[in-house]
């Protein structure tokens, strides 16, 4: 009867796995794009004779790329990579990215949902040990939109201290946890750099990989970026400056440990071309994960900024007609997001009508001004419209 009995389990244990199915597995992302050659067409005439005077002048330094398509209609460098040794900028020169580095967390999360590794709709607990309580509601989504309510880095007190103090990624995960929410997720709007280092987080628990190393893997090298990864201090990034009186001062304590997953890249005109290529273009995202990357997340209530209609919150980016700050104005809804770091202030927008990309590096953190006029110049002049010549204040 013993024998008989295991016989019988065996063979229910072979019907059972010969009827089970595994889970089919989440289809393979296409392959990336192969790098595009630089074909460089100069014809903004208008932008470079304001180059010409602010470059000369000092009144801008950095970098300045614009480009309709694979056609770069204006590409130059002004001013200094290191005042003190006289060493002047070039075409390659790596730039701090700051916050510009957010859509590039964004964009990590969302390939990771592609490979069927993750949800944005997933709980953030699922991907932290030991989560706090107070975190039981928030969703990856929460985290990439600016609405989870985690106290952001300078939300908290001691933040001058954080500010230049080396931190590991679990060691900022900790700190986060040990603060109440300051509402509840998905029902208002707060920039958020401690959520992004959330992300960075996650990316590091469902790939496997230091975020460096996936974004990496899964981004710079198949598109062949070599100039674009996490800052150290073998990056060979450029020295940043700020106007604090007399000649600009180097601001060489970046410390962007603190903002691994939100501030922490650095990279070049040409390396941010093929990037913003790639993303608008359709070549690293499906359709689906790439139209939650660019949809407006705010909630409804959300008020206008500054007496001018409200930005939509994407994942890493922002869209918004910035037209509207310069004079002559001009509406072309533009998808874009800042930086500003330790020395450094950008601002790379794209026109996704006209496929016209802009972007403005600069190496001077007090320049915030001259990077957003000039970025304006360049979409306005590069789309055909009226060349602004001031701010719209």
């Known amino acids: ?36 050659a630089v074909v460089v067409v100069q014809d903004l005439p208008q932008l470079t004779e304001q180059l010409e005077r602010w470059g000369g002048s000092g009144a801008f330094t950095g970098g300045v790329l614009v480009a309709k398509g694979d056609k770069i209609l204006f590409r130059q460098v002004y001013g200094f ?79 001058g201290l954080r500010r230049v103090t080396p931190a590991t990624p679990d060691e900022l995960t900790a700190d986060s946890s040990e603060y109440g929410l300051q509402f509840e997720p998905g029902t208002k709007i707060r920039y958020n750099n401690a959520a992004y280092n959330l992300l960075g987080h996650v990316v590091q628990q469902a790939s496997g990989l ?12 198949p598109l062949g970026m070599a100039d674009t990864g996490v800052e150290d201090d073998r990056s060979d990034v450029v020295m940043g400056y700020a106007n604090l009186g007399g000649p600009p001062s180097p601001q060489p304590d970046h410390n962007v440990s603190i903002i691994f997953a939100a501030g922490a890249l650095y ?28 949809a407006d997340h705010a909630p409804e209530d959300t008020p206008d900024e500054r007496g001018r209609p409200r930005r939509d919150w994407g994942y890493g980016l922002f869209s918004n007609s910035l037209g509207r700050q310069v004079r002559p104005d001009f509406l072309d809804r533009q998808i874009y ?17 006209a496929d016209v990309t802009v972007i403005v590096l600069s190496n001077n953190y007090h320049q915030r001004e001259a990077v957003f006029l000039l970025s304006q110049q360049g979409m306005a002049e590069a789309l055909g419209r009226a060349f602004p010549t001031a701010m719209n204040r």
């Open 1 to 36: 009867m013993a024998v008989l009995a295991v016989l019988i389990i065996l063979a229910a244990a072979v019907v059972a796995w010969a009827t089970v199915r595994p889970e089919p597995e989440a289809p393979a992302p296409e392959p990336l794009p192969p790098r595009p």
């Open 81 to 159: 990579a290191d005042r003190s040794k006289g060493q002047p900028l070039a075409l390659d020169s790596r730039f701090r990215l700051a916050s510009v580095s957010k859509q590039f967390t964004a964009a990590a999360i969302l390939r990771l949902q592609d490979e069927g590794k993750l949800s944005v709709d997933d709980p953030l607990c699922r991907w932290v040990d030991d989560c706090p309580a107070a975190w039981a509601p928030i969703r990856l989504h929460h985290l990439l939109s600016h609405t989870s309510g985690v106290p952001d880095l300078m939300a908290r007190p001691g933040w």
């Open 210 to 221: 230091p975020l460096g190393d996936y974004l990496r893997d899964a981004f710079f090298a």
């Open 267 to 294: 990279s070049t005109l040409d390396d941010l071309l093929v990037w913003n290529r790639a993303l608008h273009g359709g070549g690293l995202l499906s359709a689906e994960s790439y139209a939650q990357m660019i």
């Open 337 to 353: 997001h800042t930086g500003s770091w330790s020395g450094f202030r950008n601002l790379v927008t794209h026109q996704p009508d």
